[in-house]
């Protein structure tokens, strides 16, 4: 049978991942500031602008949700239902299903791992973020994910934003900017008094020599209420990787409903025996080999 589903998830999620990080030595995870930072001190107008873009965050260790999926290559277009499991500093899963009728996919990251289960074909990949190249080469781990799964700051390196931090950041009305080597990270965050702060999208483009730019942009919309704060309803993705003067588009929509936060529930997948363990670049060229 010819593979449908988790071969193309992976693959948008390889792209998402390899736009929104920087090269492994920049974003290797650490629970202090990186020194000699390439962005100045913000002034005292700036800093409090920073707080109220991280007083946005919702207060809640978890967040439950129905969710649509969708993904959009040049040659593939895939739309599961399914739900989102995430736990702060902990995990994020996404468990996909066609008509929410039997789970055929499933994506975790932890802290520690990421693990791709193919549920029809009883295939999984799972490893490292270091093990798993296509996250390797680029440096990604598990706050970077979280921050955009969770409508937040991120700032490569670190695990948590406090004061020092928030000075890192540039500020230029509801522009937000933080500039790595290559990596240019921009956040796009809403200026009226009501939603002051909100992030309404974040934007990572990583320029090279010989390939160009290449970017990713994370929107956020429809924000609903959860307890005080406000959190996205849809997150639109688009990911433009250039390689070679062509360009590769792919899209990534999600949708929630019944938001909760809900803590009741299993954080760790356990994989049966019954799975076989896949070699997560061999996948990815079944993809481009059409097999």
């Not at 948008?12 to 030595?25: E, P, R, Y």
Request: charged share 25%; net charge positive.
């Amino acid at each position: 049978m010819k593979r449908t589903f988790l071969p193309y998830i992976i693959l948008a999620m390889a792209l998402m991942v390899s736009s929104c990080g920087s090269k492994k030595a920049l974003t290797t995870t650490t629970t202090t500031s990186p020194t000699s930072p390439t962005v100045s001190t913000a002034g005292t107008s700036n800093i409090d602008y920073m707080r109220s873009v991280a007083d946005n965050a919702v207060y809640s260790n978890d967040i439950v949700a129905k969710i649509k999926f969708s993904v959009k290559t040049s040659d593939r277009d895939v739309s599961l239902d399914g739900q989102l499991h995430m736990r702060k500093n902990d995990v994020i899963r996404l468990q996909l299903a066609p008509l929410g009728l039997f789970e055929v996919a499933r994506i975790e990251f932890t802290q520690d791992q990421v693990l791709f289960m193919d549920r029809v074909h009883k295939e999984y990949i799972q490893g490292s973020y270091s093990d798993l190249a296509f996250l390797q080469r680029n440096g990604i781990d598990f706050y970077t994910l979280q921050a955009l799964f969770w409508n937040q700051l991120f700032l490569p390196g670190v695990t948590k934003i406090g004061e020092e931090e928030l000075a890192r950041f540039e500020v230029d009305g509801g522009k937000v900017s933080l500039q790595r080597d290559k990596m240019k990270f921009d956040w796009t965050t809403s200026t009226e008094k009501a939603t002051r702060g909100r992030i309404t999208q974040a934007c990572a483009t990583y320029t090279d020599s010989r390939n160009g730019a290449s970017t990713l942009s994370w929107n956020y919309d429809a924000f609903k209420a959860m307890g005080s704060k406000f959190f996205p309803t849809k997150h639109h993705v688009e990911v433009r990787a250039q390689t070679d003067g062509r360009v590769k588009v792919t899209v990534m929509d999600l949708r929630l409903d019944k938001l909760s936060n809900d803590s009741d529930w299993e954080t760790r997948t356990k994989v049966s025996s019954k799975y076989k363990r896949m070699d997560a670049e061999s996948v990815l060229r079944k993809i481009f080999g059409g097999e």
